[in-house]
């Protein structure tokens, strides 16, 4: 939007004289709601006086209520960012930040940070990055009460999105989209049901940010910084987490970082261990694109001309994100130190799978965070009992993920026929696509890599030398039955990725 058209009170504030401090340089970013004047080190967002239907800020009261709750909620994130709601008096011709008098307006009062330091805006995004910011929203999520009362809605704001993208006239192949996402959300709508309720019965529903997207966090500090989130309509921030987290793995596929989004969704997972929210997660995927279309043709609406294309955009990425690819089950077979947990991992951000690992499942069964001393339980984890329990837990999430349409991959031993049968079972039942990636590595190598790995102390792994040796003298064959899945990698050498996949697509 050029500086001609916007109303006279954010033209002067574009000047320094109504700041009660030093501000060069005044940039201004416009949203669809929200105007924000960067000058010197604060920031002052300014509510614009729309009513949209899901938000209404028409009156001068209601803007100030909702910078009240924008500083309540924001701080619980970055609580140094986010300092008062302040007036500015005067008048449009002559205002002033904080000035004395009645409230001609009021801003969001914020610690400025560099614009350019939202992953939005990012050249490129690291791993390290990803790992931080899932392990910052697990911690946030997990901290939440869940919600009491009335069970949250889902359909309803889903479908909401229609109607209102309809009123915005959209072209007619955004129609053909709308008509087609419209019936596949009504039906998993209809068909989820039991699931969003079970969401709601099991605490999943919680006050949680409400607009996840790269957009929203900047890298700071060397820390991940997640700010502004929604204030304005309780109904979207009263959600289920994994919605939540549906929104920013939607954005990085979004913006072509499709591995990043599998690799922030499975260290989420192993965070919560909240495996069973995944029958629903696809429906959030749809939903948060289509929340992206909306804002988009707002925006189209306002006068942004490349807005109505991002719109297709995300009405195109909402249908594919609809659609599953045909779920397999991948099993991790080899000593502690062969590497399976390194493949896993880069095989999980290559062709889109969530990853089950013992070492982490065990001692979530016996209320422990992965990187925990398993020690202090009275009697041990790696008795055969607690070995049974943890096959029988892997067996089980993972026939829910492949029912719900996701691969699965099982990171585990396997080193015995009777731990592999039940899930070669599983497969043959579902009619999904098996394959056992045996890694094999020199037992010198082994034994530097185990005593690497507890010399760092960071990986959910106790394994030691003793049980390495246990593994290498009891470690059973493959069956003939078995070889017909078997796809041998052997540690130390270069991985034909191009190879594997073919591989895995048979």
């Not at 005067?90 to 904080?98: F, L, N, V, Y």
């Not at 939440?144 to 109607?163: C, H, I, K, S, Y």
Request: net charge neutral.
């Amino acid at each position: 939007m050029t500086e001609h058209a916007l109303p006279r009170l954010i033209t002067v504030l574009l000047e320094a004289a109504p700041y009660p401090h030093p501000a060069p340089n005044i940039r201004l970013i416009e949203t669809h709601i929200s105007w924000v004047l960067i000058a010197g080190d604060f920031a002052y967002k300014i509510k614009k006086p729309l009513d949209l239907g899901f938000l209404d800020f028409s009156t001068l009261d209601k803007r100030r209520h909702f910078c009240d709750e924008e500083i309540r909620l924001n701080r619980r994130l970055a609580p140094d960012i986010y300092l008062d709601t302040i007036a500015i008096t005067g008048s449009e011709a002559a205002p002033r930040i904080g000035g004395d008098g009645p409230a001609l307006e009021w801003a969001v009062r914020m610690r400025a940070f560099p614009a350019d330091a939202t992953l939005d805006r990012a050249s490129t995004i690291t791993p390290e990055q990803i790992d931080a910011i899932a392990d910052v929203v697990a911690r946030f999520h997990g901290s939440l009460p869940p919600a009491d009362g009335e069970p949250a809605a889902v359909l309803a704001p889903a479908l909401d999105n229609f109607r209102q993208i309809r009123g915005l006239s959209p072209s007619a192949e955004a129609l053909t989209l709308l008509d087609r996402l419209e019936t596949w959300t009504q039906g998993q709508g209809r068909y989820l049901a039991t699931a969003f309720a079970k969401r709601q019965s099991d605490g999943c529903i919680r006050e949680c940010h409400g607009d996840l997207h790269l957009g929203n966090i900047a890298w700071v500090a060397e820390a991940p910084l997640i700010f502004d989130c929604i204030e304005f309509n309780p109904a979207l921030r009263w959600i289920d987490v994994l919605s939540e987290l549906a929104f920013l793995f939607m954005d990085l596929v979004h913006r072509e970082h499709e591995a990043l989004a599998w690799r922030l969704l499975n260290r989420y997972l192993e965070h919560t261990g909240d495996y069973a929210g995944l029958s629903v997660f696809r429906f959030y995927l749809a939903y948060r694109a289509m929340v992206r279309a909306k804002v988009a043709a707002i925006r189209a609406r306002q006068g942004d001309m490349a807005a109505a294309g991002e719109m297709s955009d995300y009405l195109r990425l909402a249908d594919s994100l609809s659609r599953p690819a045909q779920a397999r089950l991948l099993l991790m077979h080899g000593a502690s130190g062969s590497g399976k947990t390194w493949l896993s991992q880069q095989l999980l951000e290559r062709i889109g799978a969530v990853r089950l690992r013992s070492d982490v499942e065990r001692k979530r069964l016996f209320g422990l965070d992965a990187l925990e001393d398993s020690r202090r339980i009275a009697g041990g984890i790696y008795t055969e009992a607690a070995g049974a329990r943890t096959f029988q837990r892997l067996r089980d999430l993972a026939q829910g993920l492949l029912a719900a349409g996701y691969t699965v991959i099982v990171d585990a031993t396997f080193l015995k026929q009777a731990h592999r049968a039940p899930f070669i079972q599983l497969a043959e039942t579902l009619s999904a696509p098996l394959h056992i990636l045996a890694l094999h590595a020199d037992e010198t190598l082994l034994r530097q890599r185990i005593r690497a790995r507890s010399a760092r102390g960071a990986d959910a792994s106790e394994a030691d030398l003793a049980v390495l040796d246990m593994q290498l003298q009891t470690i059973e064959p493959f069956s003939a039955a078995e070889t017909a899945y078997l796809i041998p990698c052997q540690a130390g050498l270069a991985i034909d990725w191009p190879g594997l996949a073919a591989r895995l697509s048979r």
